[in-house]
């Protein structure tokens, strides 16, 4: 978790913002938003929305009262209390990649497996830039369908102790995700302080479908936060215009924030973000795009304007491979991730190929990039012990630094030092092998899985958890 | 050429830039600096600061009036009046990469050959994100050492119709720099508007050389800007401390805009950085780092400050191939220099290998991201137009966009559209060759090459020119 203290990079001004208003106000009361789920609508209703057939159309006053009743920070507790974290205000918190279908390895490219899934997540859980595995590290294929989140939150529940995220598939999944958590957490601490952090994501344009729906009531009624997120490739689910998809993810993102604190007042929610591009020529979706990277900085200042936490960003990228598009992309969204103060990053680390992929070399070189930028965006302390006039009088005119006493008390602390990144000299580099970065991370990523250690969790609760699962497989027919 | 209205991003507040001034006060007052150069030291003596052998102890305060002399922006003309550039404000201008020894052409890397140089001159001439080629965009190792100044120049002024960086390498060859440009611009016109400017690099720490003041002195004489650049890699020529630096920045940068202006007052110049840290594990200079962001950001503060244009940033890495630490790396570099405002940018396209492989394909990977970072750096217009509503009317819920009257409408200019980043699905990619950004880059920069066209220049001015270059090669024994 960062603490960022440095400034906010906001690029709308006061007239920008109020057009904005305008727009989400104009899209809520007069085109409405579908929601495919009989309980919201019995809840709209009741609370003097018009609705009319599936469509809401609202009162922006309304949705603006029920979000006023969100918290702008929460806590969220991990099994191991040293890796809870806080989400709002200047707190950053990252989690990694989530809902890849396949995996890559080295050249290898193939469909995850639940051996991927747990690998993945043990990863996560080494790296210390990483908060959270996130949830859906990959998609296990090989293990059954109905059954599956139960394995998902199984592994994310032992192989790692920090905060997770919870199935959003279905009602009856996010339920059994809230019961492991009791077993884990007990029911009356989960319900004091949070511990699961669940993705809705938005059917866009302007629908909520009824399994997002479903789960986000369970989420909602146990207290624990979910992630509203409009999910918005311009193009496709949006205009092609940044600020009529700023307008639109207002209005998607506040109409279901407003249904949480309908559901259960005071419940923390975050606004969400996934706001990216179609490649007008490919039609596929682009990532890491200079679009997604202004629709970041606006995202943070309207979500603050709201008081409210957001999620966005992440190392996106729409390369195949781990290459220098998947570096430069990388950073074009990691950068405005930072800029804007981004309280929740998924996709933080991991992501490749517009997020068909789970890659075990980018999620070392991403947690590079996590590294490199925790550096930068620390303040810099200008003190009369910095300035360290000293060495500058021990060095003088026309000397050398390296070997001055000022620098040998400090020279192991003084810069970053790289994980993946190599600074050593051509002939140097060519003599250990002349790997490229993606070859460099492969051995790091290996390293880190042969020295991983489970973290410790007390037997009997891991049986309990253990049956839970087996017996819950049973029921659903797996 | 880049008009950046977007804000810039600064991070000292008030008492760190006090105790900065603190800093440089102390450093040009107590400690002083080296001037090898006589004419210097007898300048400063004249103008009552205290020469000591070739020490200069200055008043702070008469820096600052010298300093204030120096226009805060001014124009450079080009060949091409259409590729004038003006240097200040909220402009950003881009040059190549300046001062290798090698390149590197996909996976060969040799010397770098005059061939190379005028490729890669060409190359510069033909992408219009780069305002200039720069200088030294290679260094021609198989021309004659004493004459190969003329050579560069030649070839800068003849296959290249924009701005260019002056022969700093000795005061002589200066003038034959300063020769050449009155042959093309005609000394009125020169003196009336500059056409060179000049990169004078602060032998670090508190050194100015003789070399290199005698081209300043030229290139001052002659009205012509120089960029006046400490050359700081911390640990080597700085203290590993980035507000220890910056104040060193300061005082030699201000020491030497100071001389500038006492040889002839109100001569533009721009305040140099070239910031960066030593990797103090194996010793080798490291770019693209989170210091130097850092470090550029209060660079640009502090230019503000004293109302100096400013030079900083580009595109660096210390990687040995276009990978993705390439990649990442001069993301790194390139965000801050966006953010800061940076006003003369070098190195903006073309670095490998901590500056020592100007590389062919890098400089396509780099245009692309300046490509990306120029759309970024727009100012977001936010208007009823813009908001679209007729678009989600006609889409409603549940839709699709790419169908739709405003998308068909707009979609050929709506998104950015990439130079060598690929959106393909997999599929597609691996029966296009499966070539990564680097593999793709070499493919772009060969058919710019193809279609790369001469900018006309009079024969006879082509002709007077090149009679320069030979009676001046003959003279120096070449």
């Known amino acids: 978790m960062l603490i960022n203290d440095l ?35 019995d809840l709209f209703r009741a609370a003097g929305q018009q609705v009319d057939g599936q469509v809401v159309k609202f009162d922006p006053d309304w949705i603006l009262e029920q979000v006023a009743k969100a918290p702008a920070e929460f806590d969220l507790q991990a099994r191991n209390p040293a890796h809870n974290v806080h989400i709002g205000g200047n707190h950053m918190v990252f989690s990694a990649v989530y809902g890849c279908p396949f995996v890559r390895e080295g050249i290898e490219r193939r469909d995850a497996t639940y051996a991927d899934f747990q690998n993945l997540v043990r990863l996560a859980q080494s790296f210390p830039q990483l908060d959270s595995p996130g949830g859906t590290i ?21 192989l790692s102790d920090k905060p997770f995220m919870g199935s959003v598939t279905s009602g009856p999944n996010a339920a059994d995700t809230i019961a492991m958590a009791e077993i884990v957490f007990g029911r009356e601490s989960l319900e004091e302080t949070p511990a699961i952090i669940s993705l809705i994501n938005v059917n866009s344009p302007l629908r909520y479908d009824d399994r997002m729906l479903a789960a ?17 490739l311009m193009g496709a689910m949006s205009p092609v215009s940044i600020p009529a998809t700023l307008a639109q993810q207002v209005a998607e993102a506040l109409a279901g924030i407003a249904l949480v604190q309908t559901i259960r007042p005071g419940c923390p929610v975050v606004f969400g973000s996934f706001l990216s591009n179609t490649d007008m020529q490919s039609g596929s979706p682009s990532f890491g795009t200079p679009e997604s990277a202004v629709g970041l900085f606006c995202t943070g200042q309207i979500a603050r304007h709201f008081k409210l936490p957001f999620r966005g960003g992440g190392a996106l990228t729409s390369s195949q491979v781990v290459d220098a598009q998947a570096g430069y ?16 990053v998924m996709h933080a680390a991991g992501w490749l190929e517009s997020a068909l992929v789970s890659c075990y070399e980018k999620m070392v070189v991403d947690v590079e990039m996590l590294r490199m930028l925790h550096e930068v965006f620390k303040p810099l302390q ?7 006039f000293s060495a500058h009088q021990e060095v003088g005119q026309g000397g050398h630094f390296l070997g001055a006493a000022h620098t040998l008390e400090r020279f192991r602390e003084c810069f970053y030092r790289p994980l993946v990144s190599s600074t050593e000299n051509y002939e140097r580099w060519n ?16 390293k880190m899985l042969d020295e991983y250690v489970e973290p410790p969790m007390e037997e009997d609760l891991k049986v309990e958890l253990k049956g839970y699962v087996d017996r819950r497989r049973k029921e659903l027919g797996d």
Chains 1, 2 share one sequence.
């Open 7 to 41: 400034p906010r990079y906001e690029i709308l001004d006061e007239a920008a913002m109020a057009e904005l208003d305008r727009g989400w106000r104009r899209i809520v009361s007069e085109l409405g938003i579908d929601f495919l789920y009989d309980e919201a609508l």
């Open 382 to 388: 200008v003190t009369e012990e910095t300035l360290a």
């Open 431 to 446: 003599r250990n092998g002349g790997n490229d970065t993606a070859a460099r991370a492969s051995e790091i990523w290996r």
């Open 216 to 232: 986000l009531f369970e989420y909602a009624r146990a207290g624990q936060p979910t992630v509203i997120t409009p999910f918005l």
């Open 329 to 344: 992309e990388s950073m074009m969204s990691l950068w405005p991730t930072f800029l804007a103060g981004t309280n929740f």
């Open 138 to 158: 990959c998609e296990p294929n090989d293990t059954p369908l109905d059954s599956r989140h139960l394995d998902m939150v199984y592994a994310l529940l032992t």
